[in-house]
């Protein structure tokens, strides 16, 4: 009964077009304002208790209202039907919530380094695999059922990604750490580019059917800023692969200070978070017009 009781409040019903916007854009301005808070403290990222769990806060409630309101979304604006039973879009988005929040309550929390270390790193890893493969799955399921196909967008994003990492690590001069080869560290990065693009054009694409051509172009500029940032990430990642392949084995200690220039890369992602807001914003007051509601709903208005 305590769980049937409390699932309303964790899982709302439906409420409308306008409220599912509503929802979405409170995930961005959340999770963008984190983002863009650790840009600015990306010299002296504070290790204070208050500062930690508030940040750790914001970025779980920031990706909670993300599901609900893409959800809620999907309920009003439903796709095409696909074959596909397994939710791969909302698997991802935990995932990446997952490796995300994982990754920085390990940097800040020393009782957990000390306590849990092998099961946080353990579940990282495995958030890691998760949003990889589910990423790939979110592509092959967006697929209409014509004929089996190559994923074509995950293929290019990774392809891309790959050499666009490379392009970097040979315009840097090579890598600084010099124990990742670079045929190891450039797809590395493409992973990394292709976890990032997945979303974001995910994202762009629920507000391209409906937006304005301002709103389309904002989508679209979300998705290439993210592009950016993810490449930047990736060489981050792809320049530590050995160091953090190493340190998971030997010395899970000073792995979690290897993080740390991963959480700082990702910070400019505040910019795409910004970007959607105003491709999604317009829907807002045509949705709210249009006085969308769902069945669920419908009926004698309650007091």
């Known amino acids: 009964m305590g769980r049937r ?9 439906p409420v ?3 409220h599912a ?3 979405l854009l409170a995930g961005f ?11 600015v403290q990306r010299t002296t990222l504070g290790l204070g208790w208050p500062e930690y769990y508030t940040t750790l806060a914001t970025t779980i409630l920031g990706f909670y209202l993300m599901f609900l309101g893409l959800r809620e979304w999907r309920i009003f604006h439903p796709r095409p039907v696909r074959r596909r039973a397994v939710p791969w879009r909302l698997i991802q988005l935990f995932s990446a919530a ?9 940097l800040h929390s020393a009782w957990l380094r000390r306590k849990y270390l092998i099961p946080w790193m353990i579940g990282v890893a495995t958030a890691t695999v998760v949003l990889v493969v589910a990423t790939v799955m979110v592509d092959r399921g967006d697929a209409l059922p014509r004929k089996r196909g190559w994923p074509v967008l995950s293929l290019t994003l990774w392809g891309g990604g790959t050499a666009a990492t490379a392009v970097l690590i040979v315009g840097e001069g090579g890598l600084t750490g010099g124990s990742t080869p670079i045929w190891l560290a450039a797809p590395v990065g493409g992973i990394v580019v292709l976890a990032f693009g997945q979303f974001f054009f ?3 694409r629920e507000a391209r059917p409906f937006g304005s051509p301002l709103g389309r172009a904002l989508g679209w500029a979300g998705f290439g ?8 990430a990736g060489y981050v990642v792809g320049e530590r692969a050995v160091l953090l392949l190493t340190e998971f084995f030997s010395n899970w200690g000073a792995l979690i200070a290897s993080v740390a220039p991963i959480v700082v890369a990702m910070s400019p992602l505040f910019v795409s978070y910004a970007l959607m807001v105003g491709a999604f914003l317009p829907q807002l007051t045509d949705s709210a017009g ?4 769902s069945p669920e709903t419908a009926g004698p208005a309650l007091p």
Do not use: C, D, H, N
């Open 290 to 293: 249009r006085g969308l509601v």
């Open 5 to 13: 009781r409390s699932v309303p409040y964790f899982l709302p019903a």
């Open 202 to 204: 995910g994202l762009q």
């Open 29 to 39: 301005l959340v999770e963008g304002a984190t983002e863009a808070y650790q840009f």
């Open 225 to 232: 800023w993210s592009l950016g940032v993810a490449t930047i």
């Open 21 to 23: 916007l509503s929802v």
């Open 98 to 106: 997952g490796v995300s929040i994982g990754s920085w309550v390990g």
């Open 16 to 18: 409308s077009s306008g």
